[in-house]
Each structure stands twice: as C-alpha cells, then as structure tokens.
C-alpha cells in the first residue's frame, strides 16, 4: 500500500469529503430556478448575486480591453477586488526601482510599441510574434485571480488575457520540450535602474511544461478592463495565481522551450531563499517573511489580524495533483 | 565663534532640538491620519521608524567628532537626548512591528523572534539599548561612576553593528543593499575616526613625549 503523509506537502481530500457530482449539479439547478423567478424575486437577487459582485469597474485610464466571462475552474474568484489605485502604485518591478512606489513614477518610460514576442526553442514553430497577433491568438477572458507576494501581502486583481496553454499548442513544443522559460524586457534606455546589480539582468522566470500548460496560467494584456498599466507589465505579462507573484514575469520578449531547468532570477540571487516552484505555501517559510498570514491589501486595515495564507494560494483543487508526491519542503 | 557658542547655549536650544527631533514622527503620524501611507501603512510605519532609528544613531555618533573636529564642546550637551531618540524610534519601530504585523500575540512575537535570525538581531539590538536609555540622567551617572557608566555606554557600538546586521539581513532577501551600504560606510567613517584618536592617544602620544624628553 502507498502511504502519502501530510509531511509530503499533499494531503488529498478524503472521499467523504467530495460533493458527489449529482449533488452538487443539483444545487445549481435550484440555484438556477431561483433565479428565473420561481422562488421569487427576492430569493433571484440573492442567487444572482453572484454575477452582480464581480462586475470590475473601468478606471477610464488606458485603452478598454474587454473579456469574456472565463469558464475555466476557479478562474473568477468571488473575494472583494483590489483598489485600482493600490494595485497600480505598489508594484514590485525592480527594473524601475526597487522601492514599490518607484515603478508607477519610472515606467512612463518604457516603450511597449512596436512590441514582438520570441518564440524559440524546443518547437516545431519558432516565430517573432507581432503583439498584434499575439494578442488576436485567442479570446480575450477576464480572470479575478487572487494575487500573493513572497513579501506577505496580497490583492485581488481581474486579469484579461487567454490561457498561455492556446500559445503553447499554437507553436507546437517537441517531445524534449520540458520547461517554458519567460524571458523579460531588459533595455538600458528606457528601463532606468537596469544599472544596479541587484538582479542579473534580464529577469527571467521559467515553469515546468504542465504548469505552463494549465488552464489557469495566464498570458496577460490588461487588468481592470482596460489593458496593462506600464508598471503592471505591459503589453504582456504572465500571471501565474497558486504561485508567488514574482514568478509572473512583466513585459515579455521571449519564451524559451527547453530540457532543463532553467536558472531563473531570483534563483540565481539566492538560491536558499527562492526555489524554481516557489508555489504559495504557508507551511514553508522564507527566512526572512512568514508565509502562513498575509496581508490584504487595502482591506485588512491597519489594525486588522493578517489573514491565513491558503496552500497554492486556494487554488489546490485545481493545481495540486501536479504535485501530487513531490516534497514541497524540499521542491519550495 | 563667539555666536556659534551664544546660539547653542542658549536656553531655547534643547527644546528647539528636541521639536526638531520628533518632526518625523510628527509627519509619519500626520501621514496616517491623512491617509497617505500607501498601499501598505502597516510596513510603511515598521520600515519608516526602522530607517529613522538607524539615522539617529547616525547622528548621534557623530556628535563626538562633530564636536573634536569643530572645537564646539557645548554640542556635548546635545548627545544623550539624542540617544534618547534613538531609543524612542526603535520602540516605535518594535511597538509598530508587534502591534501592525503580529497583533500583539506576545507568543507568535517569541516565535517570531525565535525563527526569524533577523528579528533577534533587531530584538537584541533594542535590548541592549535599554539599560543605555535607563541610565541617561544626571543620578544614574551619578550612582555608577562615570568610567563604568562610560564603558557601559560603548554598547552603543555594539547597537549600531546589529542594527547594521538587521538592515543587511532584511535587504538581503531582495538583494538591494545600496541603501546598507551608505549607512555602513557613514557609522564606518565615525568608528575609522574613533579609532584614528585613539592611536593618537594611546601610542603617538607617549612617544612625542619621550621625543619631547630627550630634545630638551
């Protein structure tokens, strides 16, 4: 007999534990009929809240990117989307100054037009993508993701962008294709703090092969509606919601298939402190964050207790079985 | 010169420096009731008064060599309320750090403390600082004796090297140290200075004296 421990870092859910299937479709059917008036009009505004506390606000700043409603599981969270405002003046992209404050002051100067996407590699189809094709692939999908830095903090941001998998199958990896590695904008002429030594520049991120191939892993062109503000990463960035924020590299240039594992950036900055995962887990602390509470942004108030981290950042029914037996202690 | 003396010895010049010294403090409470700190206020207030306690050990270490180097002896007067800031700032910076990021739950701050090397740094840091602040009046002087209350004192060299350590660790994590690294060179620049005098003294001196003997 197989026994997985807790200590393994994956503890499924017991059978007992699982809605069966009948049920829990039965559920919806009544929600449904509640909101088509059978139970009243009362209880229909109560069912179709769901739909109502997610329509995101335009900020009006940028261009308008729409999405469609997204279908993948657990790709529109219901939690209380973050401030605009917070989301665009606390950014960590170090290429505009590593205080949180300096990208939404700096970034004004990155040119994002023209724009092309290399594509090389481990692929039957290698090509320089124009950003206007890229983003013509597929069906633009808005996505509430909830979004945890290594730091201790968090935000809820509504994503638009298309799953990175439409991509991937688009330019056809090799069998030998084993890692997808994100290669990030480095230019010293619009990008003023690529002087200083603190990351070997460019920053590069990288995601084994199913992890790329996941349905919730984002290849990202706006927020909020409208497309990418500079310092979130325009014109196209990926966000990767079980894992720690830097894993989501910011203005993409290329990405790389590859049979090894690619040395990524903070891995190369301290190898003890960031591992290639790096998946949200509160049970495996950085040396110098505490990473079982975090802090909302813009919610939880000064004086509010810090909230729970949740394993691969609540989204382990979708993604944990990627994991399934690996030690996440050893493999953070 | 004559000025400079009638300036700082005058009566107004403790209280004037004293206002001056809680201005960021004053700011940084201005800055909460006003909203404006930030995305984050809680890190804001733990980085804030962490930064403002490193300056005032800045500063008061310079005042030494401020005061030898510009042969005004009265700014002497100025150096122990300044380290009394230094204390302020730091309990600010740990009241922030356990009220803002731990809630006040003395057991997560323990194992807090206990887990992260970082923070015992900087927990050790303010505890050393502690008797220094408890004996800077006039009767403590007095009760302990000068030389020991002196060398208790030179803890604050010990203080300002882990509070060093503490802002290094704390930058390590994002590898960015350019701002570690000017603190560490300014305190350096002070230490370098200390010691420079102390040669002086302690070898230079007896041996201009035996030179002087034998010339005369």
């Given at each position: 007999?197989?026994?997985?421990?807790?200590?393994?870092?994956?503890?499924?859910?017991?059978?007992?534990?699982?809605?069966?299937?009948?049920?829990?479709?039965?559920?919806?059917?009544?929600?449904?009929?509640?909101?088509?008036?059978?139970?009243?009009?009362?209880?229909?505004?109560?069912?179709?809240?769901?739909?109502?506390?997610?329509?995101?606000?335009?900020?009006?700043?940028?261009?308008?990117?729409?999405?469609?409603?997204?279908?993948?599981?657990?790709?529109?969270?219901?939690?209380?989307?973050?401030?605009?405002?917070?989301?665009?003046?606390?950014?960590?992209?170090?290429?505009?100054?590593?205080?949180?404050?300096?990208?939404?002051?700096?970034?004004?100067?990155?040119?994002?037009?023209?724009?092309?996407?290399?594509?090389?590699?481990?692929?039957?189809?290698?090509?320089?993508?124009?950003?206007?094709?890229?983003?013509?692939?597929?069906?633009?999908?808005?996505?509430?993701?909830?979004?945890?830095?290594?730091?201790?903090?968090?935000?809820?941001?509504?994503?638009?962008?298309?799953?990175?998998?439409?991509?991937?199958?688009?330019?056809?990896?090799?069998?030998?294709?084993?890692?997808?590695?994100?290669?990030?904008?480095?230019?010293?002429?619009?990008?003023?703090?690529?002087?200083?030594?603190?990351?070997?520049?460019?920053?590069v991120e990288a995601l084994r092969m199913d992890e790329a191939m996941h349905p919730l892993t984002l290849l990202t062109f706006g927020m909020y509606g409208e497309v990418l503000p500079n310092q979130n990463g325009a014109p196209v960035r990926l966000v990767v919601p079980w894992k720690y924020g830097f894993k989501s590299g910011k203005?993409?240039?290329?990405?790389?298939?590859?049979?090894?594992?690619?040395?990524?950036?903070?891995?190369?900055?301290?190898?003890?402190?960031?591992?290639?995962?790096?998946?949200?887990?509160?049970?495996?602390?950085?040396?110098?964050?505490?990473?079982?509470?975090?802090?909302?942004?813009?919610?939880?108030?000064?004086?509010?207790?810090?909230?729970?981290?949740?394993?691969?950042?609540?989204?382990?029914?979708?993604?944990?079985?990627?994991?399934?037996?690996?030690?996440?202690?050893?493999?953070? | 010169?004559?000025?400079?003396?009638?300036?700082?010895?005058?009566?107004?010049?403790?209280?004037?420096?004293?206002?001056?010294?809680?201005?960021?403090?004053?700011?940084?409470?201005?800055?909460?009731?006003?909203?404006?700190?930030?995305?984050?206020?809680?890190?804001?207030?733990?980085?804030?008064?962490?930064?403002?306690?490193?300056?005032?050990?800045?500063?008061?270490?310079?005042?030494?060599?401020?005061?030898?180097?510009?042969?005004?002896?009265?700014?002497?007067?100025?150096?122990?309320?300044?380290?009394?800031?230094?204390?302020?700032?730091?309990?600010?910076?740990?009241?922030?750090?356990?009220?803002?990021?731990?809630?006040?739950?003395?057991?997560?701050?323990?194992?807090?403390?206990?887990?992260?090397?970082?923070?015992?740094?900087?927990?050790?840091?303010?505890?050393?600082?502690?008797?220094?602040?408890?004996?800077?009046?006039?009767?403590?002087?007095?009760?302990?004796?000068?030389?020991?209350?002196?060398?208790?004192?030179?803890?604050v060299y010990v203080i300002s090297g882990l509070g060093l350590l503490h802002f290094f660790w704390m930058r390590a994590g994002k590898n960015d140290f350019a701002e570690?690294?000017?603190?560490?060179?300014?305190?350096?620049?002070?230490?370098?200075?200390?010691?420079?005098?102390?040669?002086?003294?302690?070898?230079?001196?007896?041996?201009?004296?035996?030179?002087?003997?034998?010339?005369?």
């Amino acid at each position: 007999m197989l026994i997985k421990p807790n200590a393994s870092g994956f503890g499924h859910p017991g059978s007992s534990d699982i809605t069966p299937q009948g049920i829990y479709q039965g559920r919806r059917e009544l929600i449904k009929l509640m909101a088509t008036g059978a139970a009243g009009v009362a209880v229909a505004s109560w069912a179709g809240r769901e739909a109502l506390a997610q329509s995101v606000t335009k900020p009006g700043k940028l261009a308008a990117l729409p999405g469609a409603k997204s279908a993948v599981a657990g790709a529109v969270t219901m939690e209380k989307v973050t401030d605009y405002k917070d989301v665009t003046t606390y950014n960590n992209f170090y290429e505009f100054g590593t205080d949180k404050s300096d990208p939404a002051k700096n970034a004004h100067t990155l040119v994002t037009k023209p724009w092309t996407v290399v594509i090389e590699g481990l692929v039957k189809q290698p090509k320089t993508w124009a950003f206007e094709d890229l983003i013509k692939l597929s069906a633009q999908e808005e996505r509430i993701y909830r979004m945890r830095c290594v730091e201790g903090w968090s935000m809820v941001i509504p994503w638009v962008g298309y799953s990175l998998a439409e991509l991937i199958k688009k330019v056809e990896p090799l069998g030998n294709a084993k890692y997808v590695e994100f290669i990030t904008q480095a230019d010293p002429k619009t990008m003023p703090f690529l002087g200083s030594r603190v990351i070997d520049w460019p920053y590069v991120e990288a995601l084994r092969m199913d992890e790329a191939m996941h349905p919730l892993t984002l290849l990202t062109f706006g927020m909020y509606g409208e497309v990418l503000p500079n310092q979130n990463g325009a014109p196209v960035r990926l966000v990767v919601p079980w894992k720690y924020g830097f894993k989501s590299g910011k203005s993409l240039v290329k990405i790389r298939f590859t049979d090894k594992e690619p040395r990524t950036a903070w891995v190369k900055a301290a190898a003890s402190e960031y591992g290639f995962y790096s998946n949200v887990n509160p049970n495996v602390d950085h040396p110098r964050w505490s990473q079982a509470t975090e802090r909302r942004i813009g919610e939880d108030g000064l004086l509010a207790k810090k909230r729970k981290t949740l394993m691969f950042n609540g989204y382990e029914a979708q993604v944990g079985q990627m994991y399934a037996g690996m030690d996440l202690k050893k493999f953070f | 010169m004559i000025f400079r003396q009638k300036l700082l010895l005058h009566p107004a010049a403790k209280p004037v420096l004293f206002a001056i010294c809680l201005l960021p403090f004053a700011w940084l409470v201005y800055r909460v009731f006003a909203n404006q700190l930030g995305a984050n206020p809680a890190e804001t207030l733990i980085r804030t008064t962490g930064e403002w306690t490193l300056r005032f050990i800045c500063i008061v270490l310079a005042v030494t060599p401020l005061t030898v180097i510009s042969n005004t002896p009265m700014l002497l007067r100025f150096r122990r309320m300044l380290g009394l800031f230094v204390y302020f700032y730091v309990v600010t910076h740990l009241l922030s750090y356990s009220w803002f990021d731990m809630g006040f739950d003395v057991l997560e701050i323990a194992k807090d403390i206990a887990t992260r090397t970082f923070i015992l740094v900087g927990f050790a840091a303010f505890v050393l600082l502690t008797p220094l602040a408890a004996t800077s009046f006039n009767t403590a002087i007095r009760a302990m004796g000068l030389k020991r209350w002196r060398l208790l004192h030179q803890l604050v060299y010990v203080i300002s090297g882990l509070g060093l350590l503490h802002f290094f660790w704390m930058r390590a994590g994002k590898n960015d140290f350019a701002e570690v690294f000017m603190y560490a060179a300014f305190i350096a620049l002070l230490l370098v200075w200390r010691l420079q005098q102390f040669i002086k003294k302690k070898w230079l001196q007896p041996f201009m004296n035996a030179r002087h003997q034998l010339l005369k």
